[in-house]
């Protein structure tokens, strides 16, 4: 009876409010007359509301009639505060001349947000919090965004488990502002909630440890879960409740259930959760049939299903086979025009522990690619990405296609890989579909200032690299943005000095479509450098004096220039792809003391052949593939046309011209250790493992090359290349400690190995995956080695390291990072050049 009385007394309140809206003495309430409107003024308004809008809102029309009192007023009232932003209203007679009455409109705007402060919160969280509550400074403040910034704070803290917290906001008026109010959030957040210990009841097939294991996010205080969070988060334990119920599905039981749970309080900062389970039988799948196939036929789909009768049933395996995987049944249909295509698997109970599986297809019509749109290039030329695309207009559908595309558009490094997109639009009333690709544009090009110790000495080095450059816009000022871009040509310039010593200009270009109509490359270079020498000797600790000065006397230019062609293969399949390539330099000696011979030249006719394949997606954080490659480089075999005595023959004559064989191995294997599908993970744990071989051969013994050779140990960079030498990092050791221990830098013949082999091992974590930047943790392993001569070669003698590093791509400087490897071998000759060493990377990849 109470509960219906408290309603009708509250009505009755609001009714006689609204009706004392109206007041004046010289009207008579119990004899309510109709009067005209003359005049109605807002009183309140300030400079806060126009009144003009206030009176058309209120719906009081000057000249109309109005009774008095009487619902009109009650419904301008109503009105008024239906806007939500007023905290009063009400309406009084001014004056009654006759039949015409003047009112005062009477209105109190809600006050406006000056400042809201969050106490008791990180910054982060803060930033977290205004992001959430999206309160901005001017708007009008009543007791429902209150209560929202409140409920908003409230469940952002407790997603990151703080479950004890208390959250007060007083609102305190501007003394500065009029009407304006300052909202103070004060937040304790206690204690977050650990989960002290799962306990899963019921399970008498799983043990617990399993069922617990499965749970991704809700993790138990153990020494098995030292580095996850065991902070209880609600909404992670609805999650993982349903996780529990797919391991039990993975592994057979397919009727299990949670029968209840339960979350126990045991002390302010620790609960326990209770689990009961009811497992059920544990089934095998028995006869699986298919049912409206007709292209293909029932053997050959059970053999890409790969389930065979008798296996345990896995409902997890059964949608990967069907519909997730790479090689699922469905993309054999979907890679042959069948885009309608459905596979719908219904399971039949049979007897106690068996699954008949009736898998019924629906193939549908083949679709016909009917238009192809590009959304997002908004620098790119549309040539420039259409040639890359694998799907065509007039062709049938293909889901491999159009995955081939998107890492074809993901390599040409333009656009953001992890923004990239395709939409298909299917057209089921006349059989075709349109494909839309979704594309994110992004900074590219590279400008690269850096400092490098090589030869002895400190070496600036200054590059641009400009990655979609169009030449054939050179000459139009209105393709200037700054600089002609779109045609995915890149050009490239770099310098590098020491300011006394050396000096280095190179100038580079690449087309990857040379003609526009196929995918043959076309690159070409030139390079020129000069080095002085000094006026005191080199010491023997690959060290300089402090005291050394520049002479003309001496003195070494380099000039060299190459030219190259590559092209795509369709065999084995076409991610192959062959490169072959011409290059010339010519060493000019004066009276230099640092070669084999002071005073002469030196000249390299080389010609290098590189087979090459990459089916990576992400150059920048590959999460699946591989990359392999196997070049040669060689020179005309000149002591074969000579009949010179090659070990009696005077080094300025011998070595007028270089002959040399240089043969390189490369491979590169990147796995996803995350589950569930790559493209579906947007942070995986991904493995990493290379593997590098070199070898620089002779066709005479007494005529090898002193160009050409390896240096390894550290970092892999150098500030400058002297005799074409090749830097081969490995971590935990210093520059060069794998190579030249004991020896000059100076003599090439001394110092660079012949051989070499590396191999590294990385687990790689994603931190930020973004358009322009992106950063990943890693840690590795390491071991490699050199030798001088191929009959000293011994391939399990190798020095190795373990360590740690971050990498940071920033769209304008390339690959950054920071390595810290520790060497667990001594380095003879070299004391201290193992142990733990920090490497800075630039640009390369162990």
């Known amino acids: 009876m109470i509960k219906k009385i408290i309603p009708l007394f509250l009505l009755f309140f609001c009714f ?91 209105i109190q705007g809600l006050p406006r947000l000056t400042k809201i402060n969050y106490i008791g919160v990180k910054k982060a969280e803060e930033t977290k919090i205004r992001e959430k509550t999206d309160m901005v400074v001017g708007m009008q403040i009543d ?56 306990v899963v009841r019921g399970n008498s097939e799983v043990k617990g440890q399993k069922l617990k294991a499965a749970m991704k996010k809700t993790k138990e205080r153990s020494i098995l879960n030292l580095f996850k969070s065991s902070n209880f988060i609600q909404k992670n334990f609805e999650e993982d409740r349903y996780n529990l119920i797919n391991k039990y599905n993975e592994i057979g039981y397919r009727d299990a259930v949670i029968l209840s749970d339960s979350v126990v309080s045991v002390s302010s900062k620790r609960v326990k959760i209770y689990i009961d389970v009811q497992e059920g039988n544990k089934y095998y799948f028995n006869n699986i049939t298919w049912m409206g196939n007709t292209m293909y036929n029932s053997e050959v789909l059970s053999d890409i299903l790969g389930i065979k009768r008798g296996d345990v049933y896995n409902s997890k395996q059964l949608e990967e086979r069907l519909v997730k995987d790479d090689d699922a049944v469905m993309n054999v249909y979907q890679n042959n025009g069948y885009l309608f295509s459905r596979m719908d698997p219904v399971e039949i109970i049979h007897g106690n522990d068996s699954i008949n599986l009736e898998i019924r297809v629906v193939e549908g019509p083949k679709a016909i690619i009917n238009k192809i749109m590009l959304k997002g290039n908004t620098t790119t030329h549309e040539h420039v990405v259409r040639r890359e695309l694998y799907t065509y207009p007039g062709e049938y559908w293909s889901r491999e296609d159009v995955m081939r595309s998107l890492r074809e558009l993901s390599t040409m490094g333009y656009f953001n890989p992890e923004a990239l997109d395709v939409d298909p639009r299917p057209n089921p009333e006349d059989g075709t579909v349109d494909i839309t690709y979704k594309l994110e544009e992004k900074a590219n090009d590279k400008f690269e200032l850096s400092g490098g110790w090589g030869a002895g000495m400190i070496i600036g080095s200054v590059g641009l690299t400009f990655s979609n450059f169009s030449i054939r816009n050179l000459f139009n000022k209105s393709a200037y943005h700054p600089l002609p871009q779109g045609d995915g040509q890149t050009l490239s310039l770099n310098a590098q000095t020491n300011g006394k010593y050396y000096s280095q200009f190179s100038l580079s270009f690449m087309e990857p479509w040379l003609g526009g109509r196929r995918p043959n490359s076309f690159n070409a270079s030139v390079y020129f450098s000069r080095q002085t020498g000094y006026t005191s000797a080199y010491n023997n600790s690959y060290m300089v004096k402090p005291t050394q000065q520049t002479t003309s006397n001496q003195m070494m230019l380099t000039y060299g220039a190459s030219v190259g062609l590559g092209r795509r293969l369709k065999w084995p399949d076409n991610y192959f792809q062959m ?29 290098s052949a590189t087979l090459r394949r990459s089916s990576i997606f992400n150059p920048i954080f590959p999460k699946s593939g591989s990359d392999f490659s196997l070049s040669v480089t060689l020179t005309p075999p000149y002591s074969a046309f000579s009949t010179r005595d090659m070990e009696t023959e005077k080094d300025r004559i011998k070595y007028r011209w270089i002959e040399y064989h240089k043969w390189k191995f490369v491979g590169k294997v990147y796995v996803p250790l995350s589950s569930g599908a790559v493209e579906e ?32 140990g550290g970092d892999g960079m150098s500030g400058m290349s002297m005799y074409g030498r090749e830097y081969i990092g490995l971590r935990g050791y210093e520059n060069g400690a794998l190579t030249n221990a004991g020896s000059s830098f100076i003599t090439p013949q001394s110092s660079d190995a012949r051989l070499y082999s590396k191999f590294t091992m990385e687990l790689r974590y ?49 690959m950054l990072g920071i390595d810290w490897g520790y060497g667990f071998d001594e380095v003879p000759t070299r004391p201290g050049a193992s142990k733990g060493q920090f490497h800075f990377v630039l640009g390369q990849e162990f």
């Open 681 to 712: 993970v947007k942070r995986p744990l991904v493995f990493y493992a290379g593997v590098q071989y070199g070898y620089l051969g002779s066709y005479n013994k007494f005529r090898q090359s002193p160009f050409e050779g390896f240096e390894m």
């Open 766 to 814: 994603p931190i930020m995956l973004g358009g322009t930047n992106t950063i990943y943790a890693l840690t590795f392993l390491e071991a490699g080695n050199s030798w001088y001569k191929l009959k000293d070669f011994e391939p399990f003698n190798l020095y190795r390291s373990a360590g740690v590093g971050v990498r940071i791509f920033l769209s304008m400087f390339g």
């Open 143 to 198: 007791d429902y965004k209150i209560r929202m910034v409140k409920m908003q704070v409230e469940r952002y803290l407790k997603e990151k488990g703080f479950y004890n917290l208390s959250v007060n906001i007083i609102q305190r008026d501007d003394p500065d502002q009029k009407n304006n109010v300052i909202l103070d959030v004060i937040v304790e957040k206690n204690n977050k909630i650990k989960i002290a210990e799962i």
């Open 16 to 106: 006689n409010r609204l009706a004392a809206q109206v007041e004046d003495l010289d009207i008579n309430y119990s004899d309510p007359k109709v009067y005209e409107l003359a005049g109605v003024e807002v009183v309140g308004a300030g400079d806060q509301y126009d009144p003009a809008t206030i009176l058309q809102q209120s719906g009081l029309r000057v000249g109309r009639s109005i009774r008095i009192p009487g619902d009109e007023t009650t419904n301008v009232v109503k009105k008024l505060y239906a806007t939500k932003m007023f905290s009063n209203v009400f309406i009084t007679v001014n004056r009654v001349e006759g039949d015409k009455v003047y009112l005062d409109l009477h």
């Open 579 to 607: 490169t072959t390539s011409v290059s010339f330099q010519r060493y000019e000696l004066k009276n230099w003391a640092y070669y084999i011979f002071s005073d002469g030249n030196s000249n390299t006719l080389s010609f």
